[in-house]
């Protein structure tokens, strides 16, 4: 795992699903200074359950508690941004989550992704395009300024998770909604499940050498996109790099700038974005998805909806 300092907090986001309460019973062994992070979407009948399981989970364990109720106010203020379900539920949890990190003056949140998870992310990127220059989630990453750290991504199955909570005994709660086929995720999820491990494992093995083969290139534009960043996304530096490297900084940008990483984007559109760039129109907007687009102002690129800017 990460080494943190003794004195340092850490968070841990917790739904109250298998995943997330095997990762704190983990971290548990290792951390004294835990901040468990809850957000209630009340989208469900059993959400008030699950945050009440939750918050009962802390003060066993002595665990500071931080909740968010989401609203309906909060609601129609998110869903200006992006109207999809899962991308405003992630906006407005990664907000909470920055948050309470700042309160906390901690930047270090743990989230309970697992192999599946992997799985799942890397399908759906190879679905949409085949640029991706890393196939799933990493292991550890940066959104903004939180560090994000998973430690159980490369480590266990979903299966082996919830073997390993019955065994012990250690109760969770599970959200039937991952079984809808209302999202391609949860189509994905349900292809894997009639898998064995032996199967997953192979298909698992096969992303990882696509990351490896991928990891020079990767390593050389993270090092790129780092001093764009440091010049607030500046055009003059951006129009400074070839195409090659002009269209991995764009999907650098989208998928860490901005917290929606369902945004699929094809050769054609990749290439409408750089042209858009390259001709420095400040007057002018270019349409992402829905109501999101990315425009130039003072010679940085930003991405807002209408008049709101989400990043800059």
Not at 29 to 36: D, R
Request: charged content about 30%.
């Amino acid at each position: 795992m990460v080494k943190i300092l003794k004195n340092n907090y850490i968070m841990v986001a917790v739904s109250g699903g298998p995943d997330s309460i095997f990762l704190i019973t983990k971290l548990l062994k290792k951390y004294q200074k835990i901040i468990v992070a809850h957000v209630n979407y009340h989208f469900r009948k059993e959400s008030n359950q699950e945050e009440e399981f939750v918050k009962l989970f802390c003060q066993k364990n002595n665990l500071i508690f931080e909740s968010l109720s989401v609203n309906q106010e909060i609601k129609d203020k998110y869903l200006k941004i992006n109207k999809n379900q899962e991308a405003f539920a992630r906006l407005i949890r990664y907000d909470f989550f920055k948050e309470i990190a700042n309160k906390y003056h901690t930047n270090y949140l743990f989230l309970g992704h697992h192999k599946d998870d992997f799985l799942e992310t890397a399908i759906m990127q190879e679905k949409r395009s085949n640029k991706y220059l890393f196939y799933g989630i990493l292991k550890k990453s940066t959104y903004q300024n939180l560090i994000l750290i998973r430690p159980l991504i490369d480590r266990y199955w979903k299966e082996e998770i919830i073997e390993k909570l019955n065994k012990n005994l250690i109760d969770y709660k599970i959200d039937k909604s991952n079984f809808s086929d209302k999202y391609l995720r949860n189509q994905i999820r349900k292809d894997l499940f009639l898998l064995s491990l032996k199967e997953k494992e192979k298909i698992f093995k096969y992303y990882q050498n696509l990351n490896k083969a991928n990891e020079f290139k990767r390593r050389k534009i993270e090092k790129i996109f780092k001093n764009w960043k440091i010049k607030d996304f500046e055009i003059i530096f951006f129009n400074n790099q070839n195409t090659n490297i002009k269209e991995a900084l764009i999907y650098k940008y989208l998928s860490t700038e901005f917290i929606d990483q369902n945004i699929s984007i094809n050769k054609n559109k990749l290439d409408a974005i750089i042209n858009f760039i390259n001709n420095n129109r400040g007057d002018k907007n270019y349409r992402i998805k829905n109501n999101i687009f990315i425009k130039i102002k003072n010679k940085n690129l930003i991405i807002f909806d209408n008049d709101l800017i989400i990043k800059s």
